[in-house]
């Protein structure tokens, strides 16, 4: 007896044996052969027909039917009779004389999962059989009712439907009994037998061949006519997975395109800019026509805004943008030079430079000009007044030593209590002010204007406040979690979290589409946990690029995701390539899908970036986590290596990401015309046109 193993060697031994199973190079023949047998069967049904001479080798069924007889039992032998009117063949119990009453299928015998061709079991069977003596059939009869009642007391009913998977190798179960291989032929059915496979055939769910799915039925595509045996064990053994991942993820979809279009309604549909004019209120106290500009969403959905607050991929929320931050920089430095404008008439004040403050029609209280200037460590404050605000009369926080408050306006915090009485002699105190803070636009603008104004440009309104400096706009249009530094955006889960949204309702119904189609499909051949992995990483390093190349277009979807499982195609049709027999054929034929998809990627709203690198991160995936055909032991250990390389291709690629878009970020002009061609003026500037960045 080999000597017991330590816990800790024993978790060892575990491990690496769960490892060599999930990138299925395990030495354990039966779980290796399963594996093999389950890609092949799915290639026979995805990427056309196989070679001829693969089709001999393994036996395979016919590209229109699938046998439902069992792999354990083989195939019927039969015995040339020459002498036999009528027929050619006779099955060995058939000839003269006595013989052994024969086993009847019963549903726990019968298998569902072979793929014996019908041309192999059904045509093979005898037309007629030879008419016996009336005291031989009574015989057989007799012999007949006696073997059923023994075989049905010995063994468990099993239910009449395949599973969705086989059941272990090594569990218990009843013995197996040598059954001759039958099938209830349409044409001449054997008198006598219970019409057991056709009731199957009623309840059975069709399995996917390997390289011959939905796609493959779509194209054509056939197995070779000769496939080694070896081959088509792997292919037999090979059971469908449940698509748990599929139906979530679009459950998960639907969900949140219904909630998010109730909650934040539906933008103007278009592909041009919808513009909106109205007379506002501004912050000097007249009436203005102003102009809000707003891109169409041809997606019939949420606007960009909304979209980047539910939680889209946008660069200037998931890191600190250096555009952005010199724009607020700017608007910083010229509100340091600011102070309170308050008008003659007493109509009120509001926060400006020199330039936008009458000099007939106001008093610009400008420190240490008015005597109004308070001290600061004995000497006259340099910046300042501020409306509404002074050192002076809050009481929380307090202006007091050590704490005194910093010369630098853009400094001060928002004060919270003040101690006042009607009136305090100051002028920018006892004046009505008229404008506040307000967050305009997804890059961090802000202005000093009436609430009327804020709510006709869709801002964010701070009555609380009453510098731009006291607030911190690009938390305001990220929404979602605070950032742990106001001054650095930091939501860099938005890589992934942007994969459930949907720019509208006809975005939603596309993913809806593809998933229940060509997802499905794929998760039934490599079961949920392996097509989760590609379509989650795929999708985040779709979004990465994205972030890198385009950083101030919001994008929603899983357009890198989709791509992804897209690029699994084409590594089961190259895995699958020495089986069928047209390859090229089929490898034309995604090419075309993919490239017009590419195409179709340089409309607005459709980020091709997220496409191409989606599309390359789920190549990589793939050749490490799908299953696999095997053509012999050099071909395992490629294997091996291939998961290996492709893994490390993968981290590669990811860490050249990350590092160009945290520490080197680069700017591309021209990386716009190819997710998006301008065919007007107006088709593809969108998001807060404004506030131009370049």
Not at 459 to 472: D, I, K, M, N, R
């Amino acid at each position: 007896n080999p000597p017991a193993l330590s816990l800790s060697e024993n978790v060892s031994v575990c491990g690496v044996r769960g490892t060599a199973d999930w990138f299925g190079v395990s030495k354990d023949g039966d779980a290796t052969q399963k594996w093999q047998r389950k890609s092949l069967r799915h290639c026979s049904l995805r990427y056309g027909k196989l070679k001829p001479q693969v089709i001999r080798e393994m036996d395979l069924p016919s590209q229109d039917n699938i046998s439902l007889t069992s792999t354990e039992t083989p195939p019927p032998l039969y015995i040339v009779d020459p002498l036999a009117r009528g027929r050619a063949f006779r099955m060995p119990e058939e000839v003269d004389g006595y013989s052994v009453p024969q086993t009847p299928i019963t549903p726990g015998a019968a298998s569902l999962c072979s793929f014996t061709s019908s041309r192999s079991g059904l045509n093979r069977l005898p037309r007629r059989r030879k008419r016996e003596s009336v005291a031989k059939m009574k015989m057989f009869d007799s012999a007949v009712k006696k073997k059923n009642i023994s075989t049905m007391n010995k063994q468990e009913n099993k239910p009449l439907e395949r599973g969705w998977r086989k059941a272990k190798e090594g569990t218990p179960g009843p013995p197996k009994v040598p059954l001759r291989q039958e099938v209830v032929s349409i044409n001449g059915q054997r008198r006598g037998q219970r019409i057991v496979v056709p009731v199957k055939k009623l309840f059975a769910r069709e399995k996917r061949p390997y390289g011959l799915g939905m796609v493959g039925k779509l194209t054509n595509r056939t197995y070779r006519k000769r496939i080694d045996s070896y081959i088509k064990r792997q292919i037999e053994d090979m059971d469908d997975h449940r698509p748990f991942f599929t139906y979530w993820i679009t459950f998960v979809h639907l969900l949140i395109t219904i909630l998010a279009v109730c909650i934040y309604g539906i933008a103007p549909v278009g592909f041009s800019q919808h513009e909106t004019v109205d007379s506002v209120l501004r912050n000097k106290g007249v009436y203005e026509n102003v102009k809000f500009v707003q891109q169409e969403n041809f997606w019939i959905g949420p606007s960009s805004e909304s979209l980047i607050h539910l939680g889209a991929k946008y660069s200037p929320c998931m890191r600190q943008d250096k555009q952005v931050h010199e724009l607020i920089k700017a608007k910083r430095a010229v509100e340091r030079n600011s102070a309170c404008c308050v008008r003659n008439d007493r109509s009120g004040c509001v926060q400006t430079s020199e330039e936008e403050c009458s000099s007939t029609l106001a008093v610009w209280v400008k420190w240490p000009k008015h005597s109004s200037t308070p001290q600061l460590n004995g000497k006259d404050r340099e910046y300042g007044s501020v409306c509404h605000q002074d050192p002076r009369i809050c009481l929380e926080p307090a202006s007091v030593s050590p704490h005194e408050w910093p010369d630098d306006i853009s400094k001060w915090p928002i004060c919270t209590r003040y101690n006042t009485g009607n009136h305090t002699n100051l002028p920018h105190i006892d004046c009505t002010i008229t404008g506040r803070p307000c967050c305009i636009g997804t890059k961090g603008r802000c202005e000093i204007t009436s609430r009327e104004y804020c709510d006709f440009m869709k801002g964010y309104f701070h009555e609380e406040a009453t510098l731009c400096s006291q607030v911190h706009c690009m938390d305001d249009v990220c929404g979602l979690l605070p950032f742990l530094n106001p001054e650095i955006p930091d939501q860099f889960y938005r890589l992934w979290l942007s994969l459930f949204l949907h720019a509208g309702i006809l975005h939603c119904l596309v993913s809806v589409a593809f998933q229940m189609t060509i997802l499905r499909d794929l998760e039934k051949l490599a079961g949920w946990l392996r097509i989760s992995i590609i379509y989650i990483i795929s999708g985040i390093t779709g979004n990465l690029a994205s972030a890198i190349f385009l950083p101030y277009r919001a994008e929603v979807g899983p357009a890198g995701s989709q791509f992804g499982i897209l690029a699994c195609l084409f590594v089961e049709l190259f895995q699958s390539w020495q089986i069928l027999a047209q390859p090229w054929r089929a490898f034309t034929k995604l090419l075309c899908v993919v490239l017009f998809l590419f195409a179709f990627g340089l409309l607005p709203w459709i980020d091709n970036f997220a496409h191409i690198c989606g599309f390359i991160s789920g190549f990589f995936l793939s050749f490490a986590f799908l299953p696999y055909i095997s053509f012999g032991r050099m071909d395992l250990y490629r294997k091996r290596c291939q998961i290996i390389v492709f893994l490390l291709v993968f981290v590669g690629l990811f860490s050249g990401l990350v590092v160009l878009f945290y520490v080197y970020p680069i700017k591309c002009e021209w990386c716009e015309l190819l997710t998006c061609i301008p065919f007007t003026d107006k088709f593809c500037e969108k998001y807060d046109l404004n506030a131009h960045l370049h």
